[in-house]
């Protein structure tokens, strides 16, 4: 279950700018309950966790199962919100040394050229017993034309032709629109597996569709606990969302306040993914018509120890959001050691995750003190369940919280920009 605690952020606003903001967020919530605000035909990731397609998240699970099985590796292919929140989860609930189950690589999520080539060469080597790897790609592309996506795709897929003439088909996984784009006509040519993005759920918002669901799948994770997860704070957030509007209402002050910077931080590395897709999330959603706060990921204390002299003492315009998990889910603990040589007996005994937990709370003292407000939003162990939860909490945010500034959470019109410019410059016709 989450819990949000924002006492240290309030505590820099006075009422009158926090009572003003409050109102915008309860206005944006009922905005977005009665699809009457901007974008509202983009609601679906809602109405998905409304009604959940049981048959499809049996499916997902059932060709993910028979991936695993056969799989050394398993290639995600898309950008952006076509593979953010799958990378997110999968870093979260799964060991940093994989031993069972496929590789996860990633592709289509920029236009390196060094990387894709290191990749092929990768694909072709054989495994270390000289057996042929087993490769599986799913391309991920709502439009179906996104360059970087198709390109590393074509380049991928042209490997896989060679190396399997006979079972490439059922190697090849594609997820898309119903209808239009560049990959539909291929998929009905080839025969390709399809899944489908229901057409109103739009890229960043659509991690628990066959989106973020089928490589989460194939990466081991329960998927039926983590989107009843998101379901229950459906349910939860339907009845009572004080949480989501405080949380709203705050960032909307601290906005009107001249703050321009949310550094999303967690304590443990596997959740920086996570920051990764709640910058998205946020970022794609609220920075129009020359408003929002720019969203920063960081890793604490990796990170304290480039960015946390900016943050204590740089130009005041920095809010933290600490991303917590409160049990430990490592047993680790310090050792004695005879001689004590590198003088850290003092902490013998002690688990890391006490250790690491007191470095939060020594950030959260300093910082404040440097005046930073400070938001913490919790879970108590790291599951999937819980992962759920924090996937639909930062859904409902973004929407109540973009709406309260006024903007369309669900359009990216700024995006389109580079693509004119670079397709020009690469004299693409049409
Ligand atoms: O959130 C979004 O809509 C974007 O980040 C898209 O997910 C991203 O641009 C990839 O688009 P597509 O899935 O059409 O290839």
């Given at each position: 279950?989450?819990?949000?605690?924002?006492?240290?952020?309030?505590?820099?606003?006075?009422?009158?700018v926090y009572i003003k903001s409050r109102s915008k967020a309860d206005l944006g919530l009922e905005q977005l309950k009665s699809k009457t605000g901007p974008g509202s035909e983009?609601?679906?990731?809602?109405?998905?966790?409304?009604?959940?397609?049981?048959?499809?998240?049996?499916?997902?699970?059932?060709?993910?199962?028979?991936?695993?099985?056969?799989?050394?590796?398993?290639?995600?292919?898309g950008i952006g919100g076509s593979y953010l929140g799958a990378k997110a989860v999968i870093d979260a609930l799964t060991p940093h040394f994989r031993a069972n189950g496929p590789e996860i690589l990633y592709a289509g999520h920029h236009m390196g050229g060094k990387y894709l080539e290191?990749?092929?060469?990768?694909?072709?080597?054989?495994?270390?017993?000289?057996?042929?790897?087993?490769?599986?790609?799913?391309?991920?592309?709502?439009?179906?034309?996104t360059l970087e996506t198709a390109l590393s795709f074509r380049a991928i897929r042209e490997v896989m032709e060679e190396m399997y003439a006979e079972d490439v088909i059922k190697r090849i996984i594609c997820t898309t629109s119903k209808e239009g784009g560049i990959l539909n006509p291929q998929i009905e040519a080839k025969k390709y597996k399809k899944f489908i993005i229901p057409d109103d759920v739009g890229g960043r918002f659509s991690v628990l569709t066959p989106v973020g669901l089928l490589p989460i799948a194939v990466a081991g994770i329960d998927i039926k606990t983590l989107f009843y997860g998101a379901v229950s704070a459906y349910n939860r957030f339907e009845d009572d969302a004080e949480e989501i509007l405080e949380y709203a209402a705050l960032r909307n002050a601290l906005h009107e306040e001249g703050y321009t910077i949310d550094v999303f931080a967690c304590f443990e590395p596997e959740l920086k993914s996570l920051g990764g897709w709640i910058q998205q999330l946020l970022g794609e959603s609220e920075g129009k018509e020359g408003k929002g706060i720019f969203?920063?990921?960081?890793?604490?204390?990796?990170?304290?120890?480039?960015l946390g002299q900016f943050i204590q003492q740089?130009?005041?315009?920095?809010?933290?959001?600490?991303?917590?998990?409160?049990?430990?889910?490592?047993?680790?603990?310090?050792?004695?050691?005879?001689?004590?040589?590198?003088?850290?007996?003092?902490?013998?005994?002690?688990?890391?995750?006490?250790?690491?937990?007191?470095?939060?709370?020594?950030?959260?003292?300093?910082?404040?003190?440097?005046?930073?407000?400070?938001?913490?939003?919790?879970?108590?162990t790291l599951n999937e369940e819980n992962i759920g939860e924090l996937i639909y909490f930062f859904e409902l945010l973004t929407g109540v919280f973009v709406y309260s500034l006024g903007v369309n959470p669900f359009?990216?019109?700024?995006?389109?920009?580079?693509?004119?410019?670079?397709?020009?410059?690469?004299?693409?016709?049409?």
């Open positions: 279950m989450i819990k949000s605690d924002i006492r240290i952020a309030r505590s820099f606003l006075n009422d009158e983009w609601l679906g990731w809602r109405d998905i966790l409304a009604k959940p397609n049981d048959a499809e998240l049996e499916e997902i699970s059932q060709l993910a199962t028979k991936i695993r099985q056969d799989a050394d590796i398993f290639i995600v292919c290191e990749l092929i060469a990768y694909l072709k080597a054989p495994n270390s017993d000289g057996s042929k790897k087993s490769i599986y790609i799913n391309v991920i592309s709502k439009s179906g034309s969203p920063a990921v960081a890793a604490y204390s990796t990170d304290l120890h480039s740089g130009q005041r315009s920095v809010i933290e959001t600490f991303i917590i998990v409160e049990k430990p889910f490592s047993k680790l603990k310090v050792s004695e050691i005879d001689g004590n040589d590198d003088k850290l007996n003092y902490l013998a005994g002690k688990s890391f995750h006490e250790i690491n937990n007191s470095a939060r709370l020594g950030t959260t003292e300093a910082h404040h003190e440097g005046d930073v407000p400070i938001l913490n939003i919790s879970i108590d359009n990216q019109p700024g995006v389109e920009d580079y693509k004119k410019a670079m397709y020009r410059l690469l004299g693409k016709e049409g």
